[in-house]
C-alpha cells in the first residue's frame, strides 16, 4: 500500500516542509509572524522627468498618483549611474507607544503654531492662506511659493521678509539661523520651543533619541557621517545625530525637497497619531511609491528627492497627525567653537 511505502513517507514529508496547509495552527502562526517581520525589497525608477517635476513645484499630488502606497516593512531602492541608491527604508511600530504619547502632550501645542516659511511645501501662494500681517500689503518679487518682501499699506516702507503661505509647521532643538526679531542674535541658537519651553523639550528627548536609534540601524553609512558632522559643535540633540527637529501638525506637503539639512545625511520621519483619519501618506511621485506611515513607524527617506503627502481625509471629528522630521541642519559647522548658554 502506498500509504506505507518509503515513497509515501517522503512525499508527506515534503509536504509538510512546503506547504503551509500542511502546517500544524502553531507553526502557521510562527511563519505569519515571521513573514510580518520580513523586510519586503521595492526596486523602482524615476518615472517622471526631472523638468516636470520643478515644474510641480509646489503643487500636490493625489494618491493616483503613485504605482504603490506601502503599509509594511519594506527597503525601496533605485539604481542610477550603476549605483544602487536607497530612496526609503520604512519600519512599522518600532517607536514605544510610551515615548509616542510624551511626544503627543508636549509638541502637539507646539506644532500647532503657523509659521510663514515652508516655501514649497506650503503650497503656491494664496492671497488666503498668507500671514495676517501681509495680508493687504502690496508683495514685492512675488514667486509661485514666495514672496521676497512687501510694501507696507500703513507708512509705504518695503520691508525686507521672505514669506509664504501660513503652514502648522514649527522647528525644535537647535537653528543656524539669526532670529530676525532680535539685532544680537546669535548664528546659531536654540529654537523658542527649546528655549522656553525647557521641561517639555527635556521631556521629549527619548523619543528623539528613539528616532536616531533606527536611523542608526537602518542607514549606518549616513548616520556615521551625520553624527560625527553634528558633534562638531555644541549644537546637537544630546547624543543624536539630529540638530533639530521638524513638527508639523495636519498638515499636508505639497511638493518639495528639504532645504537646509545636510546633503551626506538622511531624512527620519515619526508620525504620531490621535482619533482617526485617512489617508496624509507620504509619497515620491517622481518614482511613484508611497508611504501610509502611522503612529509609532519610523521612515528613512532621502528628503532631497521630490516628496509631498496625499491628502489627509478626517474621519473623527477630532484627530491628530503630528509628524516630526529629525535631521542636522547644515550651516551649524560653522558655529564651532561658539558656546549656546
Ligand atoms: O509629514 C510628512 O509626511 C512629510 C513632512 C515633510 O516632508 C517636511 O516637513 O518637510
Ligand atoms: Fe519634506
Redesign the pocket.
Known amino acids: 500500500m502506498v500509504k506505507n511505502s518509503k515513497k509515501a513517507q517522503k512525499i508527506r514529508q515534503s509536504f509538510k516542509g512546503n506547504s503551509k496547509s500542511g502546517m500544524k495552527k502553531s507553526s502557521k502562526k510562527q511563519l505569519r509572524k515571521k513573514n510580518s517581520k520580513k523586510i519586503k525589497t521595492i526596486i523602482v525608477e524615476r518615472k517622471l522627468s526631472d523638468e516636470y517635476m520643478k515644474e510641480k513645484e509646489g503643487e500636490y499630488f493625489g494618491k493616483d498618483a503613485y504605482d504603490i502606497i506601502v503599509n509594511r516593512n519594506c527597503d525601496v531602492y533605485y539604481f542610477e549611474d550603476n549605483k544602487k541608491k536607497t530612496l526609503l527604508k520604512f519600519r512599522k511600530k518600532v517607536i514605544p507607544d510610551k515615548l509616542c504619547k510624551i511626544g503627543i502632550e508636549c509638541l502637539k501645542e507646539a506644532a500647532k503654531k503657523t509659521h510663514d516659511n515652508?516655501g514649497a511645501?506650503a503650497g503656491v501662494l494664496d492671497e488666503t492662506k498668507l500671514p495676517g500681517y501681509a495680508k493687504g500689503n502690496q508683495l514685492i518679487g512675488v514667486g509661485k511659493f514666495r514672496a521676497a518682501a512687501y510694501k507696507s499699506a500703513i507708512d509705504g516702507k518695503i520691508v525686507k521678509n521672505s514669506l509664504g503661505n501660513l503652514s502648522q509647521?514649527n522647528i525644535i532643538g537647535y537653528f543656524d539661523k539669526r532670529d530676525r526679531n532680535f539685532k544680537d542674535s546669535p548664528p546659531c541658537r536654540l529654537t523658542a520651543f527649546s528655549a522656553q519651553q525647557v521641561e517639555k523639550w527635556q521631556k521629549v528627548i527619548p523619543l528623539i533619541q528613539s528616532i536616531d536609534k533606527q536611523f542608526k540601524k537602518l542607514i549606518p553609512k549616513n548616520h556615521r557621517i551625520q553624527y560625527s558632522q553634528a558633534h562638531e559643535t555644541d549644537f546637537v540633540i544630546k547624543d543624536t545625530a539630529f540638530s533639530t527637529v521638524?513638527i508639523?501638525y495636519n498638515?499636508?506637503?505639497a511638493l518639495?525637497k528639504?532645504a537646509g539639512d545636510l546633503k551626506e545625511g538622511f531624512?527620519n520621519?515619526v508620525?504620531l497619531e490621535e482619533g482617526k483619519y485617512n489617508g496624509?501618506?507620504?509619497g515620491f511621485p517622481q518614482f511613484k511609491v508611497g508611504?501610509d506611515?502611522r503612529h509609532g513607524d519610523f521612515?528613512a527617506?532621502d528628503?532631497h528627492e521630490w516628496?509631498?503627502?496625499t491628502e489627509i481625509i478626517p474621519v473623527s471629528e477630532d484627530y491628530t497627525?503630528l509628524?516630526l522630521?529629525a535631521y542636522l541642519r547644515e550651516k551649524m559647522v560653522n558655529c564651532k567653537g561658539m558656546k549656546f548658554s
Request: aromatic residues 4%; glycine residues 8%; positive net charge.
Open positions: 515652508r511645501a509647521s521638524t508639523n498638515w499636508r506637503t518639495h528639504d531624512g520621519l508620525v496624509g501618506s507620504t508611504v506611515c521612515l527617506m528628503v516628496h509631498c503627502n497627525r509628524s522630521v
